[in-house]
């Protein structure tokens, strides 16, 4: 143990997680017991564990530099941060005291105004705050409330107690990035963390999921999370969210406003949408009414909240909490509103609009921050326009005492954060880093519920403003360790009582459908690409370039379809696949993580590969490893995905891509001027020279190439074989909502199925294999327009 | 006095277009000096659905939703006001080194509050080149409704009336700097000069007078909704409204629609347009006394 805290050197003036007054705090000894039991060896094996998991699900970050951004692995420092159960309940009152008493503020700010009236607020900091809504002003939320979900941010200061640094009411991230936390510190530290009485979070999260159910009105089915979508740094938690809890992800642009209801466009036709979790910042969320520049909004969604239309949470106009300069006057106004005060104090702010606070913060500068008062950002993010101890950052600024004058009313002074440190590990070393938690309070039947456990932030250095992970900070779950085993609460546990009922499915949002449509279908085409390039590569190799005419006539075939033949990975394929990618990660709460982490190494050989393979036999091997790879993705889509529609959807996709890629193949290789081989070229890429063989003991010739590639029922590469499965998946997804009258969908499905079985080889010319793909086309715009437009 | 009004606009669209969501603001208010006899908003098409709200900002607006595509779509409206506007009076405003104290005192954020109306807004950011302008006109000791009468003729002077030089995107920096502009630019640039003072400034739409009285010339901008100024001169004399295209008060002949911070708050149309082709618009008032 000692060689383990060796270099553990909490720096004075700051308190410290593990010692408390030189002592290891007890609920401390178990873990550091354990890791001075653990060789570095072992140590390592159990971080990469947990990496692994992390790896496994998905969990990324966004790195922004400059415009560009890119996914990065999750940051995850190991080692928990510890807190006793009797502690944290100190905390847990703070933080719904705050909650409840930011619910009056914000009922206030949209309705009567009194606290500006009496004195308690100055007008100007609402007025002037781009996050108070004028539209918003005298709505009555339907739920009844402004506020439903909340995050805060803590600290522990010098003194020892815990104080709030910053208040989140807009659209709070983190809880479902603080679950991934708790998934691999929990396989890090399996044993210890079995052994240890850890608060589970998974209550909390039922009890959420409860209220948010319990918000909507009888006649609606849906709850959704509003997203404004995957380039949003928090997008992998809104889909993470969506799927654990089991709710729809959805965009602004798939919802629409009509007689007085939110509706969803669905596959079968809009939906009312009831409760809304938004992910949103506010002004976003309207076009017409917010800001008129928002690509990401829904027109009349003010006018929804306003007609009681759909609850949400939290209610429009919610950041106007989050300002830095409301932490001045919540003090008082909670003295003012209770008669008590704050249990849990947040960092001493003064607002430099007010004369005698100005002359206070003017001569305090060496221990201040200063910054703009409207900003929700933390106290220790300095920016270009914020100085600490009287200093800017940018030494261009004037002096801060003329700034103060000139700017005073948007300004504000917080006291400069002493945060505690915690243990980070750190080359096998426990080292002292700075840290803030952040805290998840949620509001349900029975009032508020605060997670047992949280979300820390950890600095990279000793200074506490690198705790950003845009500054190569880390995160860290949260141990809430009591003296009582912690309740097993699994996600479906409070259900158990209730009598048991099978649920339908909500209806598909059209928007996943069609991505998933799409996947399919560029899924299948990247495949058609890679057999087309094996048997290409597989003749250049056998024959040379320049021995066959079939190897001029197949390049030709090549070019036709975007794949140059000068290249062993054409950039065709890198792009299909890419669009694969895309297609994929705006759905990415509808598939599994498998399927996901299989497709995104699928496109990454291709990266790999393209790099260096040769043309000829190096490239035809590279296609069948490719091949191996794209026959694991949909191996674990087809085996594992549930039958849901957006399953229907995948398969139409990939059948209808499937045939027209076929019909395509057959045109060119079983034209009558095309040269000796191109039969075999056309069994090769549809698979089938086996069955060929068996079928027909028989050379090959146009009559029984077309028959097993385009007539034959059984060959689940020919053109009718997929022609019966777009129209099976169809008229399911039909039967799912009884439909009467035939759609034009299935009329085209029907015709093309029943022209197909009634056809001999020899009518299948050209002319009419082209015909099938005009056909084909015809229906996926028939299934767009019927089902995703 | 009283006038009837008409006004027609109408859009017509190259290709379908789902106009869906549309936000009117074309009723005139109703205010101390100013009534409404009656009143008819329309659409043709007619919406297949409508609902009428007061806005924040106490404006008339009517909300319509149009379910099928549009090739083309109008809006009217058809009125007759009461027009009895005070007349000239003295000069109890304070002086404007006064100002910040006198909005200071104001504790409210109801929708008269000056503090509003100072600040940034989503069509008007602070331009430190129009508070150098501003800065030049006016003195410490100059009371504060001299001192936006003066910024007023300034701004009227500042620019040419010109209805080619802008349309409603040009932002308030570029319409200075062109020096030519029509009312709503020559509105959101005497905003930001008068909040760069520390006076609280919002914007009006509304109609004026299209046939003068004899002997008297025609309005600038009275064939178009026109758009003026109003500003607060302190808690004794409130607000007031002032034309800086015409560089006069607002009176009798000003009739006004809307107010907000700038012309995103008081935008006669307002619609979620999704459309592929372009469109062309067509605007005609009528303000004739009865």
Redesign the interface.
Known sequence: MKALLNHYAPPSGVADELFEDGALRPVWSPLVRHLATQSSDQLAARFARGDQYLHDAGVYYRQFTGPESAERDWPLSHVPVIISGDEWQGVADGIIQRAELLEQVAAD?YGA?TM????LLP??L???NPEWL??L??VQPRSGHFLHFLAFEIGRSPDGGWFVLGDRTQAPSGAGFAIENRMATSRVFSELFANSNVERLGGFFNRFRSALNGLRQESEGRVGILTPGQHTDTYFEHAYIARHLGFDLLEGGDL????GTLTVRTIHGREPVGVLWRRLDSRFAD???L??TSALGT??MV?AL?SGAVAMVNCLGSGVLESRALMAFLPRICEQLTGAQLKLPNIATWWCGQEKERAFVLDNLDRMMIGPAMSSQLPFELGATTALGGKFRDTAQRPVAEWLAAEGGKLVGQEAVSLSTTPAMIDGKLVPRPMVVRVFAARTEKGWTVMPGGYARIGKTTDPTALAMQKGGTVADVWIVTDQPGKQAALTDHQAKKPFMRRLPSQLPARAADNLFWLGRYVERAEASMRLLRAYNRRLATHGPDALPLVEYFAEHLTQFGLSPDRAVPDGILDMLGASVACASEIRDQFSTDGWNALNDLRRASADISTRAQLGDDAMHAMSVLLRKTAGFSGLVHENMFRFSGWRFLTMGRALERADQIAATLIRFTAPDAPTGSLDVALEIGESTLAHRRRYSVESSRNTVVDLLALDDDNPRSILFQAHKLHDEERRLANAVQRVAMSDVERLMLKLQTDLAISSPQEMTGERLAGVRGELAGISDAITAYYLG | MQFDIRLRIAYDYDTPAAVHRTLLRLQPRICPGQNLVFSNVTATPAASSRAERIDFFGNKLSELVHERRLERVEFTFEGRVQRDAKGGRLDLSCPLAGMAAEVGAVQSIANWSPHHFLGKSPRIALEPDIAAFARELVTADMSVLAAVKTVSQAVHQHFSFDPSATDVSTTTLDAFHAKRGVCQDLSHVMISALRSLGIPAGYVSGFLRTDPPPGQPRLEGADAMHAWVRAWCGAETGWIEIDPTNDTLAANDHISVAIGRDYSDVAPVKGALKSEGGHQTAHQVDVIPV
């Open positions: 700010l105004g500006v009236r009496d004195g007008a100007e609402v007025a002037r004028r539209p002003v005298g629409k406003v009509e007689n076009p017409l009414e800001d008129e027109p009349g006018s306003q």
